[in-house]
């Protein structure tokens, strides 16, 4: 496995997605909490950073037992960290160093730019530049406006770039990843699906036994690739609960829970709508509207593990990026962990231990560990849906027959996604029903209706998202099909907000 050191980089995620990608694992940590058993980990890598070596806040990683004995590869900040204090010279950079930048000088003798040629596209990002290359440092490339853009260090397996190879933009960011990876460094690829099913099902074997496993089952592609691996492994022992809090999509509860049961999982429908929604009767704030959904599903949830005799754990379908441990801009050792979206409510009075076959992996690995288990595409490839569901995109308070026309609204423009081939173009959609009324003419008729509005967002983990530029054809039809079939809205609009300012629910 390889290491990645944790300088606080906007990109070090991508990078550990682009190691995965070679089919090799690797994790990352902070750069000052270097894990003990570093002597597992085959190759390091060092991340880029939000702050400049020569500054008083400059974070130094203890390399004792890296630098020279192991392949290491520094980027950004870590090649300028190599420079500034092994005897390099690092200062601040009169030209703009920022995007584009061709590689216009290679040594191609050397097995890191193999299938790399001059002219290839790097992408840079830094205020600082290396002046002075360090102690037994040998150039390897060169752009017009950074001459020590990369070199290796003689006598040690460590290179340094000063661009980014994980980002789209540097063309071959794969391959290079690849060559000091796989060539130089040469770790193994195999970090494949069907080996990570293959151990992780042993492992949960081992670690589970005999014992009874209690999971919450949410319809989406985490709680079900989670479910999976636990009922390989386990079996029966796994108690699958899938609560319809009266807020999902139009017959979604019916559908996934028929899906589930096709798959063979021991699964529990708990059709709880009536509680759900009595509790949230008069309820017009978003966070309230939030924290009674929290409260009464630890309830129905908890009165439901109570049926099941004996049973010690409670799984979970948290995913890597959930768990790593994020460095502070100011490189101050951070004691944030992100906190997982849809635990929040999660009753951990329960006293169970909790087990977490995910917590390794990316969500588009989440997404190809299932197809390795043959699960259906459409349930892996299914959008984002919040744990609250309709309730935030019913702006203020609730009642039946709001919750039932979005339905009708939603199952018309989520459908008509899949038909015309966009619904996996689109990375989040869904309708949110307006407290606006407006007027309309049916007939020789005045209308006094509800108002809905539609979203579309293209996204890769919901922090950042833009609104989709869907056909004019494909809403003008979505918009009249809703008008016309479902009663109570008399007037359709699209969202064109991206995020940030704007949320992408709306409440
Ligand atoms: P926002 O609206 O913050 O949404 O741009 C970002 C992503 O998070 C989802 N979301 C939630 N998920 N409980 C959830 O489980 C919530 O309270 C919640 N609020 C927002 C949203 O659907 C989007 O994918």
Request: glycine content about 8%.
């Amino acid at each position: 496995k390889v290491l990645i050191l944790d300088f606080g980089s906007q990109y070090t995620q991508l990078i550990a997605r682009r190691v995965r990608e070679l089919n090799i694992y690797c994790e990352i940590h902070p750069f000052n909490k270097i894990p003990n058993d570093s002597e597992s980990f085959k190759a390091v890598i060092l991340s880029g950073s939000p702050v400049s070596v020569r500054s008083d806040d400059a974070l130094h990683p203890d390399l004792s037992e890296i630098r020279g004995k192991k392949p290491l590869l520094a980027v950004c900040y870590g090649a300028q960290y190599l420079a500034h204090f092994s005897g390099g010279e690092v200062a601040e950079s009169n030209t703009r160093e920022y995007g584009r930048a061709n590689l216009g000088f290679i040594k191609e003798e050397d097995d890191f730019f193999e299938n790399i040629h001059e002219g290839s596209q790097v992408w840079m990002s830094h205020s600082d530049t290396i002046k002075k290359l360090p102690t037994g440092g040998v150039l390897l490339a060169s752009t017009e406006d950074v001459e020590n853009a990369a070199f290796k260090i003689e006598g040690e397996v460590t290179y340094a770039i000063q661009f980014h190879p994980e980002v789209y933009h540097t063309t071959d960011g794969h391959q290079l990843l690849q060559n000091f990876l796989v060539k130089i460094a040469k770790v193994n690829q195999d970090w494949t699906p069907n080996a990570f099913v293959e151990e992780t099902v042993q492992d949960l074997k081992d670690q589970l036994g005999n014992d009874k496993v209690v999971l919450g089952l949410s319809g989406g592609v985490d709680s079900s690739v989670a479910a999976m691996l636990l009922h390989k492994a386990i079996g029966k022992n796994l108690y699958c609960i899938f609560v319809n809090n009266g807020l999902l999509r139009k017959n979604e509860f019916e559908d996934v829970l028929h899906q589930y049961e096709g798959m063979g999982l021991n699964v529990k429908g708990v059709d709880a709508s009536a509680r759900f929604l009595d509790a949230l009767a008069g309820k017009s704030d978003p966070e309230e509207k939030r924290k009674t959904i929290g409260r009464v599903f630890i309830e129905v949830f908890d009165d439901e593990a109570h049926r099941i005799q004996d049973v010690k754990w409670l799984a979970q379908g948290t995913i890597y990026p959930d768990v790593i441990e994020s460095v502070s801009a100011t490189g101050g050792p951070s004691a944030t962990i992100k906190s997982h979206h849809n635990v929040g409510g999660l009753p951990d009075f329960m006293k169970l231990e909790v087990v977490e076959p995910l917590r390794a992996l990316f969500k588009d690995e989440v997404r190809r560990v299932g197809a390795s288990m043959n699960m259906d595409s459409q349930l892996l490839g299914r959008h984002p849906f919040p744990g609250p569901g309709l309730a935030i995109r019913i702006l203020g308070d609730l009642t039946r027959e709001k919750v039932r026309i979005l339905q009708e609204v939603d199952a018309i423009f989520i459908n008509n996604l899949r038909s015309w081939n966009l619904y996996d173009k689109v990375w989040q959609a869904g309708a949110m029903l307006l407290p606006v009324n407006s007027v309309g003419v049916m007939g020789d008729e005045r209308t006094y209706e509800k108002c809905v509005a539609l979203r579309a967002v293209e996204s890769t983990d919901g922090m950042t998202a833009d609104w989709v530029n869907l056909p004019y054809e494909f809403l003008q039809k979505t918009s009249n099909e809703i008008i016309n079939k479902v009663k109570g809205v008399n007037r359709v609009v699209y969202d064109i907000s991206s995020k940030p300012p704007a949320t992408i629910e709306w409440e």
